[in-house]
């Protein structure tokens, strides 16, 4: 089974504080993401992955950066944490990206983090 | 991005009711996911389905793509149904597919 763990499901943090997001998968996975989930908006991405170093801005990166020194393991970094940063955050793996359809790329998600900053 | 709409918003069932849960997207995609969240907030995965029909237990789903539309038809509902049900679907782009969510249906299963 693949697995995708994230470090916290609970976290409460102080305004301007700079907040680390951890997420490990054990499938050996090229791609990670980080989403997250706010109501009546839905699930929005942050940053992606798809190799070691690289990583590409999703649709509302602002305020965040992230960190993908290892394969299996990709941080979300929030600077200085702000009350509108309080969310859902939801992060996933895939093998790899493709535009061939008969290519498998099911992503598949963690627990996910439900920060509060204060 | 892609637009992904799901309908209906909110479904209230009796248990052992059969339900059709429908998304449309936008624009041509590379695959499509259904999802399940949970009371705890994790996307279960149900179905990896970017074209044709797929059946697992009271679930099963169908795609077709050339029309952009999915459907999710869950029969015999029980209570633990309930939940919020997403769609997403994706795109490749710079390496990966990324996906772009509807904003689910809420589903209530009253026993």
């Known amino acids: 089974d693949v697995k995708v763990t994230q470090s916290s499901r609970y976290l409460v943090k102080r305004t301007g504080e700079k907040v680390f997001l951890e997420c490990v998968q054990d499938?050996?996975?090229?791609?990670m993401f980080w989403y997250r989930q706010d109501p009546g908006l839905g699930l929005r991405l942050i940053y992606f992955?798809?190799?070691?170093?690289?990583?590409e801005k999703g649709d509302i990166p602002e305020g965040y950066s992230v960190s993908r020194e290892k394969k299996e393991r990709f941080s979300l970094i929030l600077e200085s944490a702000s009350t509108n940063q309080t969310s859902m955050y939801l992060c996933?793996?895939?093998?790899?990206?493709?535009?061939?359809?008969?290519?498998?790329?099911?992503?598949?998600f963690g627990q996910g983090t439900r920060l509060t900053v204060v | 991005g892609i637009q992904v709409e799901q309908s209906p918003p909110d479904l209230i069932l009796q248990e052992g009711a059969n339900s059709t849960l429908r998304c449309n997207f936008s624009?041509?995609?590379?695959?499509l996911q259904w999802f399940h969240q949970n009371p705890w907030g994790q996307l279960i995965n149900l179905f990896y389905?970017?074209?044709g029909t797929k059946q697992n237990g009271r679930l099963s789903a169908t795609t077709v793509a050339t029309e952009r539309y999915s459907l999710l038809y869950i029969s015999s509902s029980q209570t633990t149904d309930s939940g919020v049900y997403f769609c997403?679907?994706?795109?490749?782009?710079?390496?990966?597919?990324?996906?772009?969510f509807g904003t689910g249906t809420r589903l209530t299963v009253i026993p």
């Open positions: 996933a793996s895939s093998l790899w990206g493709t535009d061939k359809p008969t290519e498998n790329t099911e992503a598949f």
């Open positions: 499938m050996d996975h090229e791609n």
């Open positions: 992955s798809y190799d070691v170093k690289m990583k």
């Open positions: 624009d041509s995609v590379n695959n």
């Open positions: 389905i970017p074209s």
């Open positions: 997403a679907v994706a795109r490749y782009q710079t390496g990966a597919n990324n996906l772009f």
